[in-house]
């Protein structure tokens, strides 16, 4: 049978080698919204460095089923206390500063941080609300991370930006599930044929059977002439065929094709009507 496209329970631990740490953040909600949006990408890893209010209700109110995430979190008085112990850090930053660093856009430093954290904890450091990292916290870190937001609006609030890395590594590790584990999650599920989808797509003979039938019907009620075809039949094909029909719906719709028929009394016994709508059923 077709394999489910959503994720399954229970496949995803926690990458505690990833550290999100929060430098001096002044409103507790986004403590919780941020800790909201690394539980949604199976991140766990907290650290605050001086936080105004924390922990409070605010945060535990914004962080909704993501509360372990904030009962784990660690607070430390300083970001070199957050940080002493990781192999590579990195740190946020919506503008470019005097010297520049290099700086990584967020799929390639969540490459990086995951390619990093083999060896040991990699750190994704994100600044104040109201003024960011200093530029002393920026000269710590290893490599700056940019999301190329609006230049003339570059800001993003802190839980968003925190949601912005946190997917991108969720992505990566995706990406990198051994056996195309992760193929389901990032595989597009559109049509019939598709990982997930939940009927097998109609094989031709299916499809130019119900083109067929569809052509009677029309002809039938008097909407469509054959010695005078137009594009009718060329246009509804491209309708049809862009829908990718699966085996129910060509059943669906062949079941309609005959009641249209049996309701304008065309629909003989022996007819291709007739043959094509026993078909439908044996589809069913
Ligand atoms: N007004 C501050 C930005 C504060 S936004 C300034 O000008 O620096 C709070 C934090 O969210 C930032 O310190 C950074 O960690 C993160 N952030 C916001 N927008 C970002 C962006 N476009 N790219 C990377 N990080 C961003």
């Not at 399954?8 to 929060?22: A, H, K, N, S, Y």
Request: overall charge negative; proline content about 6%; some cysteine.
């Amino acid at each position: 049978m077709h394999k489910s496209a959503m994720p399954q329970e229970g496949t995803d631990t926690f990458d505690d080698q990833i550290r999100i740490v929060l430098v001096e953040t002044s409103h507790s909600g986004n403590i919780g919204a941020v800790a909201r949006a690394m539980k949604n990408m199976a991140l766990g890893s907290l650290w605050l460095v001086n936080p105004a209010s924390f922990p409070d209700e605010t945060s535990y109110a914004r962080a909704a089923g993501a509360s372990d995430v904030l009962d784990n979190a660690r607070v430390v008085t300083s970001l070199d206390e957050a940080i002493a112990d990781c192999v590579c850090v990195m740190g946020t930053s919506a503008r470019g500063r005097k010297v520049p660093w290099p700086v990584m856009a967020p799929p390639d430093a969540a490459a990086k941080a995951a390619e990093h954290s083999a060896a040991g904890p990699v750190a994704v450091v994100f600044g104040r609300e109201n003024h960011g990292l200093s530029n002393e916290e920026l000269q710590r870190c290893n490599f700056h991370i940019h999301i190329p937001s609006n230049p003339d609006y570059s800001s993003l609030n802190l839980s968003m930006a925190v949601q912005v890395m946190c997917y991108e590594l969720r992505m990566d590790y995706l990406r990198g599930l051994e056996g195309g584990d992760g193929s389901p999650y990032l595989k597009p599920m559109n049509a019939p044929g598709d990982a997930g989808w939940d009927v097998p797509p109609a094989p031709v003979k299916d499809v130019e059977g119900f083109f067929e039938h569809l052509e009677q019907v029309l002809v039938d009620v008097d909407f469509h002439r054959r010695e005078k075809p137009g594009l009718l039949m060329t246009r509804l094909r491209r309708l049809f065929q862009r829908a990718k029909l699966d085996r129910t719906e060509i059943s669906i719709l062949r079941g309609v094709l005959t009641a249209v028929q049996k309701s304008a009394g065309t629909d003989q016994p022996g007819s291709n009507t007739s043959k094509a709508r026993s078909a439908a059923g044996e589809q069913e």
